[in-house]
Every structure is written in structure tokens, then in C-alpha cells.
């Protein structure tokens, strides 16, 4: 029996450590999707920008504010468009900015604060790789022993509560 759990305690071990290997992969997956969605919202909106610089000194609220407060149902609905791809673009370039602020700043941002439409479109079509750097192996380590602990603490607390004494 001692040694079917010693398996078991590598099998956990070697799990959580491939786990902990796979997050810079999905990281790196989700930065480039950050990356890309930002850039399609900015093409989405240079049209409109280019409008913004024609007539209002390059201010594209005025524009969508000039939309929105006109009396044409066609062009209110318009500006509405125009507001929500500017709101989009406004989250996307603060979210890649502090994606990139430091060097763990991207697994925080990834980890707590996704966007969460480009956080699932990644999971759903997540490529499993492994990226061996140093954060990598790092994080496969303390996955790994993470694992191991939660798995002795049971064991650790009868020792301390003298419940294994015969």
C-alpha cells in the first residue's frame, strides 16, 4: 500500500507540474489574442477617426457625440455603434497596456483580470505547448509541490493531533 501511494504522490507531482508548465503557453495564447483584438478594433475604428480628424479636431467623442445628438434615427444608432467600438477599443488598449507593464504583470492580468470574451475564446481553441523558460519550469515546480502538500496535510495533521498512535 505504501507504494501504490508514493505512485500516486508522483503521479500528482508530475501532473501539477505539467499544468504549472502550461501556463506561460496560455499566457502567451492570451496575449496574442489581446494583441489581435486590438488591433482589428483599431482598424474597426480608423474610418471613424479619420471622420474625427476631418471635423473635430481629431476628437472622436465629439464625432460620436455629434451622432448621437442628432434627430436622424439612422445616424443615433450610428453613433451608439460607434461608442460601442470605441468603448471596446478603450478597454483593449488599457488591458494590453497593463498586460505589459512587467514581467509577471501578464499572468496577474491573465489569471485575475481577463477580458473575459477573449479569455474563453482562448481556452476554447488553447493548443497545448510548452514554452521551457525559466517562469515555466518555475511554475511547473511550485504547481508540483503545491500538489504534493495539499496532498500530505491530511497525514501532516493526524501525525500533530497524535491520532495515529496505537
Known amino acids: ?20 508548465i502550461q501556463a506561460p ?12 483584438h486590438l488591433r482589428e478594433s483599431n482598424l474597426s475604428l480608423a474610418e ?12 472622436l467623442l465629439k464625432l460620436i457625440e455629434h451622432y448621437q445628438n442628432t434627430d436622424d434615427q439612422v445616424f443615433n444608432s450610428g453613433g451608439e455603434s460607434i461608442d460601442a467600438l470605441y468603448q471596446r477599443n478603450q478597454i483593449l488598449q488599457s488591458a494590453s497596456q497593463e498586460f505589459k507593464q512587467s514581467l509577471f ?8 483580470n481577463p477580458i473575459p470574451d477573449i479569455r474563453d475564446e482562448v481556452r476554447e481553441n488553447y493548443t497545448y505547448s510548452i514554452i ?3 517562469i515555466a519550469i518555475l511554475l511547473g515546480v511550485v504547481f508540483g509541490f503545491f500538489a504534493l502538500i495539499i ?3 491530511p497525514g501532516i495533521f493526524v501525525r500533530l493531533l497524535g491520532f495515529n498512535k496505537a
Do not use: H, W
Open 132 to 134: 521551457l523558460n525559466k
Open 48 to 59: 471613424f477617426q479619420d471622420d474625427a480628424d476631418k471635423f473635430f479636431s481629431g476628437d
Open 151 to 153: 496532498i500530505a496535510l
Open 1 to 20: 500500500m505504501k507504494k501504490i501511494s508514493e505512485y500516486f504522490r508522483l503521479i500528482v507531482f508530475v501532473m501539477a507540474m505539467l499544468v504549472g
Open 25 to 36: 503557453s496560455f499566457v502567451d495564447q492570451y496575449g496574442k489574442s489581446l494583441e489581435s
Open 105 to 112: 504583470s501578464p499572468y496577474f492580468v491573465t489569471l485575475k
